[in-house]
DNA sequence: TGAATTTGTGGGAAAATGTGGATAATTGTG
DNA sequence: CACAATTATCCACATTTTCCCACAAATTCA
């Protein structure tokens, strides 16, 4: 399970560091083979790749005539891009999703349980600051959110 | 069952030593493996690692595309850190989650039943106060409570 | 009251990690 | 086909982090 907030930074080169207590389980789970893609919050999403293939497997079977399942498909599938560990433990992210997310120099990466969402750091902090402030507010709870209990 | 309030102070390297009453309880309840991440209201939670999962497995179900679902994933999931006692009781509190509660020198440890809150001393009796001041008005009972005989 | 054991605090050393540069390989172009 | 530019792999150094040990304080028991 990925858990935890990272602050980390782009080399020169774009590329970025996993922090070294992932390591172990990405070898084993997936031999440091990754597929990162967009998000519709302008972040990117890096998953392992049998994760991410059985994703894959789940949006090309939406209904084709549906719009918000077209849209997911163009997202998702259309800038997923394979990308390995290299021999330092470090993924090499695509120039173009690098400019979508506006990833600059510090980043933060977070685990999300079945993957990592990779943010420049200062879209964070505010988009953290907003939720934080939000509350519970604007939008019904989902059932299973009414009943939880931390 | 964690209870009760300790007022503790960090060392110099943001470590954070557990009262010795509640080490054999953690010792042979989680061999000292614990999960650190934040709360809304500004605190860290400190949950023993076996309970910390079992909050875990129910956050991950939630729909992905709620909005409320995915902030609280993204807050509890995304700042969630596993940390274990070290020889001496103590662990190390990670700076993003130290910085996130503005924990600075002392600090207070609330045992809360399955876990434990951790508050910058100054921001809890603030905060305390303001609870007291407050009472019960600005909010609808739910029903669990208006029943509720102490 | 004194001594012994337990607890709290701090520092230091070894190991592991992050960062950058240099070299080798590969791809595209003239 | 050769050269150039870009990309990938590797290696070395500096820093950070982690682990462990030693001392000081407090508490308990005789």
Redesign the pocket.
Known sequence: MLRGLNE??L???GRL?????YRDTLDRHCEGRMVVTVDRDRCLLLYPLPDWEEIERKLVKLPSYNESARRLQRLLIGHATEC?L?????I?LPPPLREFASLEKTVVLIGQGNKFEIWDAAAWNTQRAEWLAAGAVGGALPPELESLSL
């Open positions: 980390l930074s080399d020169s080169k560091a996993i922090p070294t207590r390995e290299d021999g330092s433990g470090r090499l």
